[in-house]
């Protein structure tokens, strides 16, 4: 078993590639183009409420950091397609056992708010 102390310095040597895979964009987009590529409209439909200024800065951190790549579409009127690489593929199993432990346990966070918020 690791001892706390060895675990905290894992995290905090992780924390910043967690910073760029883990936040609520990310997630929601790699979902989205996981099972086949998207154009950036198409993903911005997909993901109401994202603003379009908040949907390119993930795409782009996406794409620096490998997770997605960018296609431009010279059609009329250009377009630009998303897809996911064979790195941001890796996250698929992970994510998929995030959400299935929020189906299983959100009923158990939402109770624990609503208690808290009744105490405050």
Not at 58 to 70: D, H, Y
Not at 89 to 115: C, M, N, V, Y
Request: aromatic content about 4%.
């Amino acid at each position: 078993m690791q001892s706390v102390e060895t675990l905290l310095n894992d995290i905090n040597a992780t924390r910043p590639i967690l910073e760029q895979v883990a936040n609520k964009w990310s997630v929601l987009i790699l979902t989205v183009v996981c099972t086949e590529p998207a154009r950036f409209n198409a993903i911005k439909r997909r993901l109401n409420p994202i603003t379009h200024k908040a949907l390119t800065e993930a795409l782009r951190r996406l794409e620096r950091n490998g997770l997605v790549t960018r296609r431009v579409i010279t059609s009329s009127p250009i377009a630009v397609e998303y897809a996911i690489t064979p790195l941001g593929k890796t996250l698929q199993q992970p994510f998929k056992a995030l959400i299935s432990w929020a189906q299983t346990h959100g009923g158990s966070i939402e109770r624990a708010q609503d208690a808290y918020d009744r105490r405050e």
